[in-house]
């Protein structure tokens, strides 16, 4: 059984609002990337980081949630860089580094027990 499995909006990325459009397909890869650099290939396949279409929760996207306990995330914060930027500003990666980290720690104390 999955040890971890949590489920990233990533729904309507060309519609505004809604968690793809908030670089939530972006979170989810870098969320996967950290996990299978962290942990070992037995630990790693105990956990999934898939995308999920709408929780219905699109006003408060990015929205996620994690089984098995049933954990819900909301108001997820994730920036990419703007056309033309050539750099993400302090503030976008701070915010995108406190995602990270809620959604690290949950998924390491899911691992734990
Ligand atoms: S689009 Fe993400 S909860 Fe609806």
Redesign the pocket.
């Given at each position: 059984m999955m040890k971890c499995h949590l489920f990233i909006?990533t729904?309507?990325p060309n519609k505004p609002n809604?968690?793809?459009s908030k670089n939530a397909e972006l979170l989810r890869q870098k969320i996967k990337d950290t996990c299978k650099e962290k942990y070992s290939a037995d630990v790693a396949s105990e956990i999934r980081i898939n995308s999920a279409g709408?929780?219905?929760?699109?006003e408060r996207?990015?929205?996620a949630v994690m089984y098995p306990e049933g954990q819900w995330f909301y108001d997820l914060k994730y920036f990419a860089l703007a056309a033309g930027a050539t750099a993400l500003s302090e503030n976008e990666i701070a915010e995108n580094k406190k995602t990270e980290n809620v959604l690290l720690a949950a998924v390491d104390s899911m691992l734990k027990k």
């Open positions: 909006c729904n309507s809604k968690c793809g709408c929780l219905g929760q699109c996207g990015i929205a």
